[in-house]
């Protein structure tokens, strides 16, 4: 009798499962349950997100960083070297795994034949893994000893909880353990974020203290996943890509990626990040709609298997410190570790990452890239600083001028939005913010809609009008939730020039004219496909240049007509007004070199990685990014600064001239904007 004749002999009497436990599996030979749906549970009415501004936000200025991989390994892989930096910062880790990561029940040896499937060995051998990643992180031995419990989550379910401490840094690892695969439906999750009637029951990993499976439908999960956010109250997420790319390729290449259909992730990867931020949603909502306080939180999703189709991005020295820590995850079955069912996941273990011919690790991209908060300079001086907070707009302002103090955020609604906003000034004072809006974020069939969306000021240093919705450049709702970050720009004349990267991996754009009304979108032309990261700027002589990297080339667009290209980038580029042929002189970095380099002055002594930007002031260009070990670095007038205090810089920061000097304002994993002014030597220290 095999799993489903069992299931319906009556050996499972409530809803039906798609996957069994370690217990019913030992008791079918080690064959897990196949899946079947049930009867349609009723429809629960869920909470809205209101975007109208005006709610209090609560910051409590506390760290916490929370992540969610559906894999162990997958935030190794795609969210460091972020989540390294934070916690050589000292701030606390919350990591949650979604599936048990047991895939075919195989530790592959390099040179030996396969093993036996176990899963339950696989999954436990995995963990252990990632005790040893981590343990590596917090600068400890590889095979120090974690602190092993149960939690109780929501609805009674139980899941592992795994502790580690060194002085004041802290690591928790939360094991849900669903199932990443199951007979019948291949992929267990991706069927349960589809699926209105479907349940999972976890896997039971070898070892594992929790003593007994639980069951989850598609609502318990985000439940689940709702109440560990309110739990944790985190002030930094991290997610996967919940809109990856369109990715068109053979039935043989996709598999040879490890791709779903059509799109250059795994499925399980994006069904995951679906749930997170649907969760994420659901917690800005049921705060709203409860205490009427929304959670302070800043958001960032990175790019999974996306990796593999463009240019790497980090230099030897970040590489070769993340894929170490995938070596300890990896392990070696030689290794004695104190876990009988393995010492990593073997596959990976070695040089393995670094052979990978995929290069995952080679790269670490956002799936909304921007350079930080959006700041402007008001009439007496002081800044603003606009950002997303807690999944919607809103504005910190500067308390008194040139100290760097910033009152209480405001909230300026538009929720819920992807965490990075586009802006531009009009010629009067005015701020246009742009954003993306999750228009609907609903699974289970239901609509799954963005929409970009804007908010301008009624009169300068002045209140806003209403959020306005400026449609799509994609009619079908799956292309548009391809879409990237809007990019704007201002020109003398007055007209606000809008770039958006659409679904073909091309740059759309719709132009406000001077009395407020927009054109339609039209596509930009041009055949290479581009990553978004868009840079937009106008020139001496008023002209609009869009520069955005591609797999040969830099792409350039001069009032929206191409121009030649520019050498190959791994990240995008940052351009200032200059005098010549282009009226631009760009800064890039080559695939995995540390070197930035000007197209028209050579090497610009500024060593580091990720974007940079740029601007141009009496001393010559400003240039703001990170050095090679993740700290914000400043070089102007032929001096570098490096910023070693403050809160752990999130995302990129922005930079900003002013009287006095140039300034770099960022958020902190604290949630809460930082302004450091390195030509006062605050928080800093210089080079020469």
Known sequence: ?????????????????????????????????????????????????????????????????????????????????????????????????????????????????????????????????????????????????????????????????????????????????????????????????????????????????????????????????????????????????PDPDIQISSEAARKKDAEQPGYSDHGVHTAVAEFCWTALIRWVADAQQGSGQIPAFVATAFRGYYNRHWPKNLPAQVLNEKAGHLFNYGGNPAWECGNPSGCGDYGIGGGSPLRQAKGWVRATHYRWPGAGPAVVTRPDGRLDAYG??????????????????????TDLGGGPLAPALGSATLPDGRVLLFGVRFAAFTGRGGPNKREVVLLEQRSPDGPFLAWRGLGNPERKDDRGRRIGVPVAATTPDGRVHLFVRNADKGVSTRVRSTDGTWSPWRVLPGREEIQDGLEVVVDAEGRVHVLATSRKAVQHWIDSVPAAPLPLAGDPVAAVPGQGRTGLDVYYRKPAAKELLSQRRGNASFDGYGPVTAAADAEGTVLLGRDLRGRVQLRRGGRLWTRTQGAAAVQEPALRLVPGGPVAVGLGADAHPWVWRPARRSGATSHS
């Open 388 to 409: 997303v907070l807690g999944l919607r707009a809103v504005r910190w302002r500067e308390t008194e001028r040139g100290t760097g103090l910033w009152g209480e955020p």
């Open 1 to 241: 009798m095999d799993g489903f004749e069992l299931l319906r002999s009556g050996l499972l009497r409530r809803r039906r499962v798609l996957a069994a436990g370690a217990a019913l599996g030992a008791a079918l030979g080690g064959t897990a349950l196949a899946g079947c749906s049930v009867p349609e549970p009723p429809r629960r009415k869920q909470p809205v997100a209101d975007p109208a501004p005006g709610v209090p936000i609560i910051s409590t200025r506390r760290e916490q960083l929370m992540q969610f991989a559906a894999h162990p390994d997958d935030d190794l892989y795609f969210m460091n070297p972020d989540t390294q930096r934070m916690l050589d910062s000292g701030v606390p880790l919350v990591s949650v795994y979604v599936t048990a990561g047991e895939h075919t029940g195989v530790n592959r040896i390099k040179g030996m034949p396969p093993a036996k499937p176990d899963r339950a060995a696989y999954s436990s051998s995995r963990h252990q893994g990632l005790r040893q990643a981590y343990a590596t992180l917090l600068g400890l031995d590889k095979f120090t000893p974690w602190q092993k419990g149960v939690t109780t989550l929501h609805g009674g379910r139980r899941a592992e909880i795994n502790t580690l401490i060194n002085g004041g840094r802290r690591v928790e690892l939360i094991f849900l353990n669903l199932p990443e695969h199951a007979p019948r439906r291949y992929m267990a999750l991706v069927n349960l974020w589809k699926d209105r009637a479907l349940e999972l029951r976890t896997h039971m990993p070898a070892g594992s203290p929790v003593d007994r499976p639980d069951t989850y439908d598609h609502n318990q999960l985000i439940d689940v996943l709702v109440g560990l956010l309110d739990r944790y109250r985190p002030t930094v997420v991290h997610t996967l890509d």
